[in-house]
């Protein structure tokens, strides 16, 4: 079964920082680019970042560039995202996903065809 | 960036009616790289339609897109009850990926 299973999460003040890690299982993980997506409290969602399958492309948001790191490892078939800085504007249940498309040498995209149950994060004193 | 507005905000209709909801973009969306996903309280989106008219593995065959350049269009034709949920439009050009606000279909 494909399976992905975000970990993580939790309560940070303002201005600290939080690694969130995602799990995945039954498909060739390092075949595949993933993104992280999220969504606050009521409202939409909000693509944060991607990797391809190499782990040698990455992409953000402009909301979070330069304070959110994605990064991967395929030997143990798990995503990150490294998140510093954080505010409360940051506060979502963040969704890992994996990408239903392509990655070439320069850029990805495709749709988020599997998504895991989200973990938490909120940004609060 | 490429901007997606969904409408209407809220359809409220009855099940066995027809849903149309409609996904316009502020410029071309390349390719028709065009999704639609599904969501429930409390879970995660689910998708239901890629390259804008494609139906995502198990989906059922009432739901369908279509439309391209920037207006395209998500028709559910005979709602069930499980139906009743929201749902987000999303463009994946080149490494950028952008969603819509949302439609939610609730019981009228």
């Known amino acids: 079964e494909v399976q992905l299973v975000e970990s993580g999460g939790g309560l940070v003040q303002p201005g600290g920082s939080l690694r969130l890690s995602c799990a995945a299982s039954?498909?060739?993980?390092?075949?595949?680019?993933m993104s992280w997506v999220r969504q606050a409290p009521g409202k939409g969602l909000e693509w944060v970042s991607a990797i391809s399958g190499s782990g040698g492309s990455t992409y953000y948001a402009d909301s979070v560039k330069g304070r959110f790191t994605i990064s991967r490892d395929n030997s143990k078939n798990t995503l990150y995202l490294q998140m510093n800085s954080l505010g409360a504007e940051d506060t979502a249940v963040y969704y890992c996903?994996?990408?239903?498309?392509?990655?070439?040498?320069?850029?990805?995209?495709?749709?988020?065809?599997?998504w895991g149950q989200g973990t938490m994060v909120t940004v609060s004193s | 960036e490429i901007v997606l507005t969904q409408s209407p905000a809220t359809l409220s209709l009855s099940p066995g009616e027809r849903a149309t909801l409609s996904c316009g973009a502020s410029q071309s969306v390349s390719s028709n790289f065009l999704a639609w996903y599904q969501q429930k309280p409390g879970l995660a989106p689910r998708l239901l339609i890629y390259?804008?008219?494609t139906r995502a593995t198990g989906i059922p065959d009432r739901f369908s897109g279509s439309g391209s350049g920037t207006d395209f269009t998500l028709t559910i034709s005979r709602l069930e009850p499980e139906d009743f949920a929201v749902y987000y439009c999303q463009q994946y050009g080149s490494s950028s990926w952008t969603f819509g606000q949302g439609t939610k279909v609730e019981i009228k």
């Open positions: 390259d804008a008219s």
């Open positions: 039954g498909f060739t993980f390092s075949s595949y680019a």
């Open positions: 996903a994996k990408l239903l498309g392509y990655c070439t040498s320069s850029s990805c995209r495709g749709a988020f065809d599997i």
